[in-house]
T-cell receptor
Framework: SQTIHQWPATLVQPVGSPLSLECTVE??????LYWYRQAAGRGLQLLFY??????ISSEVPQNLSASRPQDRQFILSSKKLLLSDSGFYLC??????????????FGSGTQLSVL | AQKITQTQPGMFVQEKEAVTLDCTYD???????LFWYKQPSSGEMIFLIY????DQQNATEGRYSLNFQKARKSANLVISASQLGDSAMYFC????????????WGAGTKLIIKP
């Protein structure tokens, strides 16, 4: 069966420090991969998605970047964190179907606090 | 433009009662899919149920059913015989061709089940 691992679960970082969040998927090949951010009590905002190794699409211009160095690995990074980068970050994967019934499966999330 | 509206920020329901969570959507695409996700306090997003725009019957998954009213553009989630473990945030989402198959999310409804 497929599983998704996301770490760390919690992270407290000072303003201006770098960031690296990692997500890996097991049990599937060539998944679509996603990074979402969720502000407290709010809905999900799509940050990046990837349809293959090295292929990254950015949905929101910001202080963050994403990379996909391997088929089932997705990394969210920042060179210098801002206070506004605080939030709950969720990684997700899907089986590419290019249709309306493509379901997303999520990791357990990372709570990032920038102080 | 595509849009998902969840008008209930929060709901209190007595245990064992049925609960309906509202979701209305807007799209000009005749082909679309509607999803409901549950987010417990642990943070992970859990897929609950899917309804395609061309599906003839309302979707059901165990205690979850989707009351799909296409003409009214509503896709309400019905939870029968609510349990304490149903307390969570619930998100409605839509995927359509004219959103490049990216999920459009509602703001969510916080459901609290009272014992």
């Amino acid at each position: 069966s497929q599983t998704i691992h996301q770490w760390p679960a919690t992270l407290v970082q000072p303003v201006g420090s770098p960031l690296s969040l990692e997500c890996t998927v097991e049990g599937t090949s060539n998944p679509n991969l996603y990074w979402y951010r969720q502000a407290a009590g709010r809905g999900l905002q799509l940050l990046f998605y990837s349809v293959g190794i090295g292929q990254i699409s950015s949905e929101v211009p910001q202080n963050l970047s994403a990379s996909r160095p391997q088929d089932r690995q997705f990394i969210l990074s920042s060179k210098k964190l801002l206070l506004s980068d605080s939030g709950f970050y969720l990684c997700a994967w899907s089986v590419p179907q290019a249709s309306t019934n493509e379901k997303l499966f999520f990791g357990s999330g990372t709570q990032l606090s920038v102080l | 433009a595509q849009k998902i509206t969840q008008t209930q920020p929060g709901m209190f329901v007595q245990e064992k009662e049925a609960v309906t969570l509202d979701c209305t959507y807007d799209t000009s695409d005749p082909s679309y899919g509607l999803f409901w996700y549950k987010q417990p306090s642990s943070g992970e997003m859990i897929f609950l149920i899917y309804q395609g725009s061309y599906d003839q019957q309302n979707a059901t998954e165990g205690r979850y059913s989707l009351n799909f009213q296409k003409a009214r553009k509503s896709a309400n989630l019905v939870i029968s015989a609510s349990q304490l473990g149903d307390s969570a945030m619930y998100f409605c989402a839509m995927r359509a061709w004219d959103s490049n198959y990216q999920l459009i999310w509602g703001a969510g409804t916080k459901l609290i089940i009272k014992p």
